[in-house]
């Protein structure tokens, strides 16, 4: 019965640590002022037909600080990656120039910081709560487990370790939305 509870607390923690995950790479798509081959993840383009990612067409490279250039593969896919890129609505502008496109990146407002800012809060707060949804599977496997014959106090041992887990991984997600919120708001 106790290496049962093991693996629950084991599952918990795996979901919790692809919470964690998942916001690690959502806020690596979020820019903090200078140039990133992550803020183009998720971008999709029409590759005969089959959506496919950016990355999978072409070369992404940071030449500088402040600009993104873009080598597809194939010379036809420049304007399909140029729409691509204008449809995803990320703020950010492509210059095809025949061979390569170029992204610029803009010095960040105060307002779009403060957006990004929000942004960031937002994908925190979804981690967490995916944290809170894997606390919430374990309590129910528990519950299930002490009808099953596991002891009160083999139960609640378990969910006092399920909460030490649950306020470890949220505090984890502070700390990670706390510094990509200063890397936002440095200038």
């Known amino acids: 019965m106790d290496e049962e509870v093991q693996l629950i607390l084991e599952e918990a923690k795996e979901k919790m640590e692809h919470a964690l995950v998942h916001l690690e790479a959502e806020l690596a798509k979020i820019r903090a002022g200078k140039a990133s081959p992550a803020m183009l993840e998720g971008i999709k383009v029409d590759y005969y037909g089959t959506e496919t990612p950016l990355n999978q067409v072409s070369n992404i490279n940071t030449p500088d600080a402040k600009s993104i250039t873009i080598q597809p593969w194939e010379k036809k896919m420049l304007e399909v990656i140029e729409k691509a890129i204008l449809a995803a609505n990320i703020g950010l502008t492509p210059i095809n120039n025949g061979e390569v496109i170029r992204i610029n990146i803009p010095p960040l407002t105060e307002e779009r910081r ?17 944290i809170r949804h894997a606390r919430e599977w374990a309590k129910k496997e528990l519950k299930r487990m002490q009808k099953e014959g596991l002891s009160e106090d083999a139960e609640k041992s378990a969910e006092e370790d399920l909460q030490e887990l649950t306020n470890d991984y949220t505090e984890k997600v502070d700390t990670i939305v706390a510094k990509k919120e200063e890397d936002i708001m440095t200038i």
């Open 114 to 130: 403060a957006q990004l800012v929000k942004q960031v809060k937002a994908e925190g707060e979804t981690s967490k709560i995916g």
